[in-house]
Every structure is written in C-alpha cells, then in structure tokens.
C-alpha cells in the first residue's frame, strides 16, 4: 500500500506542478488525468490501519482538482487576484498538511510494529 500510495501521490504531484505551468486552456486535459490518477488513488484499498492515511490523501487530491476547476471555470490565469481561489487554495495546503500528517503517523507506526 505504502509504495503504490507514494507512486500516486508523486504521479498526482507531478500533474498538479503541470496544471499550475500551463495555461487554463490546457489544463482541463491535465484536470482529467489528476482525476483518474485521483480514482486510482481510491481504489487502492489497504489493510484497516491506512485507513485515515488514504482517506486524507484522497480528500486532498479532490481538493486539488476543486480548486483547479474553480481556477479555470473563473478563467483567470493568476490565483492571486480571486480570493476564493485564494482561499480554495489555503484549504488545500491544509488538507495536503493533514495527510502528510496521516502518512507520517502511519510510517511511525508500521515501523514501530516491526
């Protein structure tokens, strides 16, 4: 679970680094790639003990793509100027802060138990 969650995650990662360095035009085939990269994410599954880890990664996966639609149904090239894009943005820093978080607890604690 662990290896195939980082390989989604750096996959996700990679896309979104993507969205944000292309035009709003060209990001919604982008959107469409972090959203199955997203359901792939979902459908890993795993033991019982990752099951606050995958939750928070997949919360903030759809946060990331919520936000990007938001950024290009607005049609602004530039975040900064729309606070609710702002805003949607801030919540997914934080979201993405949670599941580090939940991803660190769960490596401590399969560490830990070997």
Not at 20 to 36: C, M
Not at 38 to 47: E, F, V
Not at 63 to 74: M, W
Request: hydrophobic residues 40%; aromatic residues 6%.
């Amino acid at each position: 679970f662990i290896e195939s969650s980082e390989d989604l995650k750096k996959k996700f990662s990679d896309g979104v680094d993507l969205a944000y360095g292309t035009t709003r035009r060209a990001r919604l085939p982008i959107v469409q790639d972090l959203q199955a990269t997203r359901r792939d994410y979902a459908s890993l599954g795993g033991p019982s003990c990752t099951r606050n880890a995958h939750a928070a990664v997949e919360k903030a996966m759809t946060k990331t793509i919520d936000a990007l639609l938001l950024f290009r149904q607005e049609g602004l090239d530039d975040a900064s100027v729309d606070p609710r894009i702002e805003e949607a943005m801030r919540r997914v820093n934080e979201d993405w802060e949670a599941a580090r978080f939940e991803l660190k607890s769960l490596q401590q604690r399969l560490a830990g138990a070997s």
